[in-house]
T-cell receptor, first 114, second 116 residues
Framework: GAVVSQHPSRVICKSGTSVKIECRSLDFQATTMFWYRQFPKQSLMLMAT?????????EQGVEKDKFLINHASLTLSTLTVTSAHPEDSSFYIC??????????FGPGTRLTVL | AQSVTQPDIHITVSEGASLELRCNYSYGATPYLFWYVQSPGQGLQLLLK??????LVQGIKGFEAEFKRSQSSFNLRKPSVHWSDAAEYFC??????????????FGAGTQVVVTP
């Protein structure tokens, strides 16, 4: 099946710094990627839809200035957590949409903000 | 409001026994329905999906799911579990509307533990 990678797999940063997470589709092109957030022992919550060549669309309650998304190419979307705080600590997962009913997920990035 | 409910947070099953995971949804119209499995260190893997047609869907790893419109359910089953089936299982739905494709709403997940 198709492969989606994320980098880094885990990151620890100090409060107030910004962190960039990359999501790459390795063997296919994706005009649409998604970013999800998963708290410990909880489900995934859709944060935003990343569209190649256009602005991301954010779900209700997600701060677009806090979570900057850039989809500069058909194989790369980045999520930047700006001025990170401990409450931003979470597991961030991206996915890439191939068809209306098919998306492939990355392995996730564990963010810990001290 | 749209919702996806997985009533069982945690299930323990013996190896070789059957497994059924429940999923109920509340949506305006029948959405795309999915079951994913999440293992530590790995991305979510699609087990199976349903949109229309035969209400009994076969997936990978010996899993199947049955869509029941009258009950708004999409339960996942496996006749005989293997130790490698221990993982977190998520039911998910996605709307059919153009522009919303792929925007998955996940249930809370069911943690499956397999005992010898």
């Amino acid at each position: 099946g198709a492969v989606v990678s994320q980098h880094p797999s885990r990151v620890i940063c100090k409060s107030g710094t910004s962190v960039k997470i990359e999501c790459r589709s390795l063997d296919f092109q994706a005009t649409t990627m998604f970013w999800y957030r998963q708290f410990p022992k909880q489900s995934l919550m859709l944060m935003a839809t990343s569209n190649e060549g256009s602005k991301a669309t954010y779900e209700q309650g997600v701060e677009k200035d806090k979570f900057l998304i850039n989809h500069a190419s058909l194989t790369l979307s980045t999520l930047t957590v700006t001025s990170a705080h401990p409450e931003d600590s979470s597991f961030y997962i991206c996915s890439a949409l191939i068809q209306a009913d098919t998306q492939y997920f990355g392995p996730g990035t564990r963010l810990t903000v001290l | 409001a749209q919702s996806v409910t997985q009533p069982d947070i945690h299930i323990t099953v013996s190896e070789g026994a059957s497994l059924e995971l429940r999923c109920n949804y509340s949506y305006g119209a029948t959405p795309y329905l999915f079951w994913y499995v999440q293992s530590p260190g790995q991305g979510l893997q699609l087990l199976l999906k349903y949109f229309s047609g035969d209400t009994l869907v076969q997936g990978i790893k010996g899993f199947e799911a049955e869509f029941k419109r009258s009950q708004s359910s999409f339960n996942l089953r496996k006749p005989s579990v293997h130790w490698s089936d221990a993982a977190e299982y998520f039911c998910a739905v996605a709307p059919l509307e153009l522009g919303s494709w792929g925007k998955l709403q996940f249930g809370a997940g069911t943690q499956v533990v397999v005992t010898p």
